[in-house]
C-alpha cells in the first residue's frame, strides 16, 4: 500500500470554525489531489497540487484553500466551515501523469454542526 | 467539461452470477476511462483502466470492460462474482493523460453480493 496517512480521521466541528485537514505521504510522488465524497456525486476533485507550492483549483474549489510548503504535506484548510461541507475528504497522491492510477488515503470524516 | 453517469446506483446479484455496471461518459476527442473500486471504510483502489489500444481491458480478480466510443459506454463486467466484489465501485474519466490526473468520477454502483 502506498503510504499516505490523512489526519484526523474523524472530526466534528461547529458552524464558522476554521478547519484544516492534514495529508502526509512518504512516497515522494510529484502530484497531491484533495477529493471530497458524497452520495449521489461520487468524488469530486477541490484542488490538486504539482509540487511544492504549485497547487490549482477543482471542480468543487470554493469554501477551500491548500498549501503545499513540502513535498511530502499537502493541507486543505476550510477557512469558515459550512455544514454544506460536511463529507468525507479523501487525499491522493500520483507520481507522474500519463494515466497512471492515483493511490488514496483512507479518509477524513467532517462533519460541521 | 466532461461528466460521467453510473446507471445503477445499487446492484444486488447472487454469489457466482454475472454482473454488468453500467458507465456512460460524455464524448470528447481524447478520452481516457478508469473504474476504481472501494470497499468498505477503505479509499478507492483502481480496478482497470482504458489509455489507448485494445478496448478491452481486464483487471487481475475477473473484471473486464470494454471501450465502445459510438455508445460512448465503458461498462464493467465479471461472469461469475463472489462475496468478496461486495464494495461499491466507481467509473471515471480524463481528457488528458499528461500532467495531474484531474479524474471525474461517476456518482458509483454498490454492489451487494447475496450468498
Known amino acids: 500500500d502506498a503510504g499516505i496517512t490523512q489526519s484526523p480521521r474523524h472530526k466534528v466541528t461547529e458552524t464558522g470554525t476554521p478547519v484544516t485537514l492534514r495529508c502526509h505521504q512518504t512516497?515522494?510522488?510529484?502530484?497531491m489531489y484533495w477529493y471530497r465524497q458524497d452520495p449521489g456525486h461520487g468524488l469530486r476533485l477541490i484542488h490538486y497540487?504539482?509540487?511544492?507550492?504549485?497547487?490549482d483549483k477543482g471542480e468543487v474549489s470554493d469554501g477551500y484553500s491548500v498549501s503545499r510548503s513540502k513535498t511530502e504535506d499537502f493541507l486543505l484548510t476550510l477557512e469558515s466551515a459550512t455544514s454544506s461541507q460536511t463529507s468525507v475528504y479523501f487525499c491522493?497522491?500520483?507520481?507522474?501523469?500519463?494515466?497512471?492510477?492515483?493511490?488514496f488515503g483512507s479518509g477524513t470524516q467532517l462533519s460541521v454542526l | 467539461a466532461q461528466s460521467v453517469t453510473q446507471l445503477d446506483s445499487q446492484v444486488p446479484v447472487f454469489e457466482e452470477a454475472p454482473v454488468e455496471l453500467r458507465c456512460n461518459y460524455s464524448?470528447?476527442?481524447?478520452?481516457?476511462l478508469f473504474w476504481y473500486v472501494q470497499y468498505p471504510n477503505q479509499g478507492l483502489q483502481l480496478l482497470l483502466k482504458?489509455?489507448?489500444?485494445?478496448?478491452l481491458v481486464e483487471s487481475i480478480n475477473g473484471f473486464e470492460a470494454e471501450f465502445n466510443k459510438s455508445q460512448t459506454s465503458f461498462h464493467l463486467r465479471k461472469p461469475s462474482v463472489h462475496i468478496s466484489d461486495t464494495a461499491e465501485y466507481f467509473c471515471?474519466?480524463?481528457?488528458?493523460?499528461?500532467?495531474?490526473?484531474?479524474?471525474?468520477f461517476g456518482q458509483g454502483t454498490r454492489l451487494t453480493i447475496n450468498p
Open positions: 512516497e515522494n510522488h510529484r502530484y
Open positions: 497540487s504539482y509540487g511544492v507550492k504549485d497547487t
Open positions: 482504458y489509455l489507448s489500444g485494445s478496448t
Open positions: 471515471a474519466v480524463s481528457d488528458s493523460i499528461q500532467g495531474a490526473q484531474k479524474l471525474v
Open positions: 464524448s470528447s476527442v481524447s478520452v481516457y
Open positions: 491522493a497522491i500520483s507520481e507522474t501523469g500519463m494515466g497512471e492510477k492515483l493511490f
